[in-house]
């Protein structure tokens, strides 16, 4: 199982690099060890997805900001039909020196932030199983407690969303009619982003829509901000 994790995440940054938007010289081979993860887990009283464990312990970068083509009506999963439009997503940096401390210090900002009494004020049991891994438009968290996923139905996707200046999390729909904690749901889960935002999952359809509408076509070196070294 986890050699296929490891294989899927391998072709997913050899994607980015075939695809034109990342070059091999932004990515160093991570230091990440199973040990620091299993640290970073017992710490936050998490056990991580496997295919988000052998993200980090795959490549080490500082890039953040990427973009990808994505339904304009809604991430249903596998279509590919209606509008597309470039999305930009930042990802927390693994950089270097120190890959997990930016995962470390958004874990923490984030359950602060949830327990706030003057915030979003909630017990850390009903946020703790929640990874924050970006921004996209808000808070781009992984849902741990969500492990039956369904491509076809949205209320059980991994990949949710909160608001940043958003701590009404009732008042937003952020918390279910049982007082569950869901964000706003946006993926099925992490593959599905890798396979948008590094596999390019719908570049080919957004280019037919270019063509179509007689537009340019898309330079993908744009797709990401770049920095001249990874440390």
């Known amino acids: 199982m986890i050699q296929t994790e490891e294989k899927f995440v391998k072709k997913a940054f050899q994607s980015l690099i075939r695809r034109g938007v ?21 710490h936050f009283d998490i056990r991580l997805p496997l295919l988000f464990r052998a993200y980090l312990k795959a490549y080490c970068y500082d890039f953040t900001v990427i973009s990808a083509p994505v339904p304009l009506d809604g991430m249903e999963c596998g279509r590919t039909e209606g509008e597309k439009g470039l999305c930009w997503l930042e990802l927390t940096a693994l950089p270097y020196g120190n890959p997990l401390k930016n995962l470390y210090a958004s874990m923490e900002s984030f359950r602060k932030i949830c ?37 076809e139905n949205p209320a059980t996707w991994q990949i949710c969303r909160f608001g940043e200046t958003v701590f009404d999390w009732k008042g937003a729909g952020y918390i279910d009619d ?28 957004y280019e037919k829509q270019l063509r179509a509408n007689g537009e340019e076509m898309p330079d993908y070196g744009f797709y990401i901000y770049r920095k001249d070294k990874v440390g």
């Open 115 to 151: 327990t706030n009494r003057n915030l979003v004020n909630l017990k850390l049991d009903r946020v703790k199983n929640f990874v924050p891994i970006g921004e996209w438009d808000g808070l781009l968290c992984i849902d741990l407690s969500q492990t039956d996923i369904r491509e």
């Open 22 to 42: 990342a070059s091999a010289d932004m990515l160093i081979p991570s230091t990440v060890t199973d040990e620091e993860l299993d640290a970073f887990e017992g």
């Open 178 to 205: 049982r007082g569950v904690v869901t964000g706003e749901r946006l993926l099925p889960d992490f593959k599905t982003l890798l396979e948008i935002y590094f596999c390019g999952k719908y570049d080919k359809a």
